[in-house]
């Protein structure tokens, strides 16, 4: 099946530092990738919608300037966390949808956790 | 809009019971309903999808029924193991491939 990667899987940083979360397609093309994220016992909520060569979409109320997302091939696509703060620690997980495959096929990945001291 | 809980219901069954979770959806143009199950500390996994037109499908295990009428999804599980406990959320796919995720249901599956 499709796999998602994403590295770290796991990151500690310090407060106004930032960091960079990568997602991989392994095995197909992904124009579109999406980041989600995820607060301890609650859902996923979608951040942003990232198409290769091409600025992200976001969702609303989630600021652009502090989630930096490159997508700039068809098989990765990178979330940067800019001045972390503490509330920024969540899990972060991206998806990415098989450019030639069925439209409801999204396949996700492991996840980041993300921790802002 | 996006379905966001402060903390997840939770269903406990015993193993070899018939599991069944619920979930309501939001907006009746969506076209297809998914069905995800996440364990601790990872990524959700795919377990089954349905499109609108449809009522019901059937997997491995699993069924999905939907009722546009009342803008529900139920996710059965026969023979519920104690490797299905987990979180399931339910998800409706709108324009764009964007998923919104469904509040999640904590699964228990008792020995």
């Known amino acids: 099946g499709a796999v998602v990667s994403q590295h770290p899987s796991w990151v500690i940083c310090k407060s106004g530092t930032s960091v960079k979360i990568e997602c991989r397609s392994l095995?197909?093309?992904?124009?579109?990738m999406f980041w989600y994220r995820q607060f301890p016992k609650q859902s996923l909520m979608l951040m942003a919608t990232?198409?290769?060569?091409?600025?992200?979409?976001?969702e609303q109320g989630v600021e652009k300037d502090k989630f930096l997302i490159n997508h700039a091939s068809l098989t990765l696509s990178t979330l940067t966390v800019t001045s972390a703060h503490p509330e920024d620690s969540s899990f972060y997980i991206c998806?990415?949808?098989?450019?030639?495959?069925?439209?409801?096929?999204?396949?996700f990945g492991p996840g980041t956790r993300l921790t802002v001291t | 809009g996006e379905s966001v809980g402060l903390h997840l219901p939770t269903l406990s069954v015993q193993e070899g019971d018939n599991s069944i979770i619920n979930c309501a959806y939001s907006?009746?143009?969506?076209?297809?309903f998914i069905w995800y199950k996440q364990e601790s500390g990872k990524g959700p996994q795919f377990i089954i999808d349905?499109?609108?037109?449809?009522d019901k499908r059937q997997g491995q295990r699993v069924t999905v029924l939907l009722n546009k009428t009342v803008k529900h999804l139920s996710l059965q599980i026969a023979a519920t193991q104690p490797g299905d406990s987990a979180v399931y959320f339910c998800?409706?796919?709108?324009?764009?491939?964007?998923?919104?995720f469904g509040q999640g249901t904590e699964l228990s599956v008792k020995p």
């Open positions: 095995d197909f093309q992904a124009t579109t």
């Open positions: 349905i499109r609108s037109n449809m």
């Open positions: 998806s990415a949808r098989d450019t030639w495959g069925r439209v409801s096929e999204q396949y």
């Open positions: 998800a409706e796919m709108a324009q764009g491939g964007k998923l919104i």
């Open positions: 990232s198409n290769e060569g091409s600025k992200a979409t976001y």
């Open positions: 907006n009746s143009a969506s076209d297809y």
